[in-house]
């Protein structure tokens, strides 16, 4: 079956636009955020929403990438992915509001590495969670902050987040 898309151009920029402005207001308002996106989508997401945010907050919000790979649960069974590097905003993590930026969220074992991964990187206030695509099946006890679009989908189904950045296009699909 060919992949039906879920989410157009337009409306992924609308659901980063919300994404950034329910950030604004939970943190009410721009001090004391980091946004970190999770590679290789997440990184590209979380760069707009922090140009999003900066502007709608009139202050500049850093950000940077959190690479998780050496995190992962399942390196036994992936052992090729390749490293991304992490960028911690020169003021660091410590005491500020870290918000976590992915494309699409499953089973939640990525956002638990982030989790580990920043535990090593310093003490973050909070953590909050912004995702793209919240397509549930849990394996863990975790959930977003920030949803861009909620997809249910059945378990063998195939989310696909492109994005203009990385690989040239720009939609979500949905596949069999």
Known sequence: MH???????ADIARALTRISHEILESNKGP???????????????????????SE???AAVPRGALDITMYRDDLHRNPTRTPQPTQIPAG???GKTVIL???VLFSGRSIRAALDALQDIGRPAAVRLAILVDRGHRELPIRPD?????LPSARQERVNVLLAEVDGAEEVTIAS
């Open 3 to 9: 992949p039906r898309t879920v989410m157009s151009t």
């Open 31 to 53: 001090d004391d955020l980091v946004i970190l996106g999770i590679p290789t989508r997440g990184v590209a997401l979380a760069d707009r929403i922090a140009a999003l945010v």
């Open 56 to 58: 709608f907050g009139g």
């Open 92 to 94: 660091g993590i410590d």
């Open 101 to 103: 930026v992915d494309d």
């Open 146 to 150: 920030f949803v861009g679009k909620n």
